[in-house]
């Protein structure tokens, strides 16, 4: 049991490029997050799954995307990377998302964006 | 005014003290509240949900003041490995799109 697992844990990019964050969790929940976290700004939530099938805005979502592939994966996306997205992202998940339950947290993905 | 407050701290304390720290909230519709633990470059970690009875867990209670708006979170005999940045998190509506996390308090507990 695995819990929540992220790929890679730390890219370097220049502006402009692309990527995609992957997540999984093995642990049968329903809900997912994606967040960042920066100094001085807390974690704030990017986009969110409440369950297989649909996503959903956060706080800070221009500049990312997002597919929710199955159950299990929750991948994140920028398109063409920008300084401001210099951070580390955190996925999670949840039973549900009725805000009673636990967040699982991945180890993160520290990204740098030149 | 930010939605969840939080004395940044750092707290530096001895093995074995009792240390408190408090968090505020400005939205009197808040429904949930937690305590996450986050150790240096790690993850952060669910330690305990608020109550409004209040809640133990062994060393740690936690305590809902609704009146005022503040939650708060009590280590007693502090350990070396409660070292680490505890967070206060605040559900707003029922639903976990609306979770607010404060920015943290740093504790520091020393031999």
């Known amino acids: 049991n695995a819990g929540v697992t992220q790929t890679p844990k730390f890219q370097v990019l220049k502006t402009g490029q692309s990527m995609t964050l992957q997540c999984a969790q093995d642990m049968n929940h329903n809900s997912m997050y994606w967040y960042r976290q920066d100094p001085g700004m807390g974690l704030r939530l990017i986009y969110y799954s409440a369950s297989e099938g649909t996503t959903d805005k956060g706080e800070v979502p221009n500049g990312y995307n997002v597919s929710r592939l199955n159950k299990r994966e929750f991948s994140l996306r920028l398109e063409s990377a920008a300084p401001s997205q210099t951070s580390v992202y955190f996925c999670?998940?949840?039973?549900?998302?009725?805000?009673?339950?636990?967040?699982?947290f991945g180890p993160g993905t520290r990204l740098t964006v030149l | 005014r930010k939605e969840v407050e939080q004395d940044p701290g750092p707290f530096n304390v001895p093995e074995g003290a009792t240390v408190a720290f408090n968090c505020t909230y400005s939205n009197s519709a808040s429904q949930s509240f937690f305590w996450y633990r986050q150790d240096c470059r790690k993850e952060p970690k669910l330690l305990m949900s608020v109550y409004s009875s209040g809640n133990e867990d062994g060393r740690f209670t936690a305590q809902l003041n609704r009146a005022s708006q503040y939650i708060s979170l009590l280590i007693r005999d502090s350990k070396l490995s409660d070292s680490a940045t505890y967070l206060c998190v605040v559900n707003r509506a029922g639903n976990n799109r609306k979770l607010i996390w404060g920015l943290g308090t740093s504790l520091a507990v020393n031999p």
């Open positions: 999670a998940s949840s039973l549900t998302g009725t805000g009673g339950h636990e967040q699982f």
